[in-house]
């Protein structure tokens, strides 16, 4: 199976930072990967699909890069809303597996 | 506009079964695969599963932690899918979505390849396995 890690488990930030989370795969999973984020008492809300592709909808201020093992998420400039937990999945391989969030917090 | 809702969630005794709904709208169920993913209180997202569409044939995937004692199906004439969930275990306890999977494939030496990646969530539905 493969295991996806994300670092950091959870970070400081102001608005108006820019923010990095990193997602590592225990093998390579060429692109077919998702960055989702969730805020609390809500459901997961999708932003980004095959690595780098923002869902329609999602702020420019979203980016993401990767392939193969290594993977990031980017916010240019922190919003208020994006205060959040944030996941990675792959979906390269079954079973499909999630990262174990990165907590975005003031 | 595109909607999932689940239902079916409750309270449930170990070893007990339960069955969760999630009905769409807005879009053609038929057309897409379908998830299902569970958060226990206060921890991360785990895949629970998913079902295909029927023109892809409409297999199924398992994670470990529930093959064999969940399944996943689908009534396309209805627009549901469902989570059967059989021999329950106070683990099994979380908040369970379901959501809607986006096809990505090509072709390569005569064979196709099928990725799927979740573009839309439920709101949730919660299972609380206790006796």
């Known amino acids: 199976d493969i295991q996806m890690t994300q670092f950091p488990s959870s970070l400081s930030a102001s608005v108006g930072d820019r923010v990095t989370i990193t997602c590592r795969a225990s093998?390579?999973?060429?692109?077919?990967l998702a960055w989702f984020q969730q805020k609390p008492g809500e459901a997961p809300k999708s932003l980004i699909y095959?690595?780098?592709r923002l869902q329609s909808g999602v702020p420019s201020r979203f980016g993401a890069s990767g392939s193969g093992t290594d993977f990031t998420l980017t916010i240019s400039s922190l919003q208020p809303e994006d205060f959040a937990t944030y996941y990675c999945?792959?979906?390269?391989?079954?079973?499909?597996?999630f990262g174990g969030g990165t907590k975005v917090e003031i | 506009e595109v909607q999932l809702v689940e239902s079916g969630g409750g309270l449930a005794q170990p070893g007990r079964s339960l069955r969760l709904s999630c009905t769409s709208s807005?879009?053609?169920?038929?057309?897409?695969?379908m998830s299902w993913v569970r958060q226990a209180p206060g921890k991360g997202l785990e895949w629970v599963g998913f079902?295909?569409?029927?023109?892809?044939?409409?297999?199924?995937e398992y994670a470990a932690s529930v093959k064999g004692r969940f399944s996943i199906s689908r009534d396309d004439s209805k627009s549901v899918a469902y989570l059967q969930m059989n021999s329950l275990k106070t683990e099994d306890t979380a908040v369970y979505y379901c959501?809607?999977?986006?096809?990505?494939?090509?072709?390569?030496?005569?064979?196709?390849?099928?990725?799927?990646?979740?573009?839309?969530w439920g709101k949730g539905t919660t299972v609380t396995v206790s006796s």
């Open positions: 093998q390579g999973i060429s692109n077919y």
């Open positions: 999945q792959q979906y390269n391989t079954y079973p499909l597996s």
């Open positions: 807005g879009f053609n169920f038929g057309d897409y695969a």
């Open positions: 079902i295909k569409s029927k023109a892809r044939g409409g297999t199924t």
């Open positions: 095959s690595a780098s």
């Open positions: 959501a809607r999977d986006r096809l990505i494939y090509y072709f390569e030496s005569g064979n196709s390849y099928d990725y799927y990646y979740i573009d839309v």
